[in-house]
């Protein structure tokens, strides 16, 4: 993929009330509200220890992340969508936490999802987008398999999952 395709991250999406923003260091403390709001189940299913204080998660993320994303519903911040292992042109995988309870099996996931997805197929940003799901996460596995995501490897403790993009 060429160079300046990479800068076709686009960082404000938008459909149906659901909005994603791209994160970035100006706006850590939306990041940081959200996070210190994250209950401990959230942040042990994205691979965070709970203790941590919510400055140094966000300073993580700069770090680990290709970018994220702060989805939010109706303009208030309620959860976090992150894309790692990035190789543009090819492939990438996605992480997704909502992190206020009362906003999860509500349509917010899914919506963002397709909102992102139509926005990498748009922009041409990789072929295949891939998920980890811990075996032991049966809400996330159905979410993601509802979510046109397809089992396609199995290690001792997850899933990987992945969706095709459509070519354009």
């Not at 206020?100 to 940003?125: F, N, P, Q, V, Y």
């Given at each position: 993929?060429?160079?300046?395709?990479?800068?076709?991250?686009?960082?404000r999406?938008?459909?149906?009330?659901?909005?994603?923003?791209?994160?970035?260091?100006?706006?850590?403390?939306?990041?940081?509200?959200?996070?210190?709001?994250?209950?401990?189940?959230?942040l042990?299913?994205?691979?965070?220890?709970?203790?941590?204080?919510?400055?140094?998660?966000?300073l993580?993320?700069?770090?680990?992340?290709s970018?994220?994303?702060?989805?939010?519903?109706?303009?208030?911040?309620?959860?976090?969508?992150g894309?790692?292992?990035?190789?543009?042109?090819?492939?990438?995988?996605?992480?997704?936490?909502l992190?206020?309870?009362?906003?999860?099996?509500?349509?917010?996931?899914?919506?963002?999802?397709?909102?992102?997805?139509?926005?990498?197929?748009?922009?041409?940003?990789?072929?295949?987008?891939?998920?980890?799901?811990?075996?032991?996460?049966?809400?996330?596995?159905?979410?993601?398999?509802?979510?046109?995501?397809?089992?396609?490897?199995?290690t001792?403790?997850?899933?990987?999952?992945?969706?095709?993009?459509?070519?354009?």
């Open positions: 993929m060429p160079v300046f395709r990479t800068m076709k991250i686009p960082k999406l938008e459909d149906a009330g659901i909005g994603l923003e791209l994160n970035n260091l100006w706006n850590w403390p939306l990041s940081y509200r959200l996070l210190k709001e994250a209950d401990r189940t959230c042990e299913r994205l691979g965070l220890d709970p203790e941590i204080p919510p400055f140094r998660i966000f993580c993320s700069l770090y680990l992340f970018w994220v994303y702060i989805i939010k519903k109706e303009n208030e911040p309620v959860g976090l969508l894309v790692y292992q990035w190789e543009p042109g090819i492939q990438l995988f996605l992480t997704l936490a992190v206020k309870e009362i906003s999860r099996h509500r349509g917010i996931g899914s919506k963002a999802i397709e909102i992102l997805m139509g926005s990498i197929e748009e922009r041409g940003i990789c072929r295949q987008v891939l998920v980890e799901v811990k075996k032991d996460n049966h809400s996330g596995l159905g979410f993601w398999e509802k979510n046109n995501f397809r089992l396609c490897h199995e001792g403790s997850t899933y990987l999952l992945m969706r095709k993009v459509l070519e354009k």
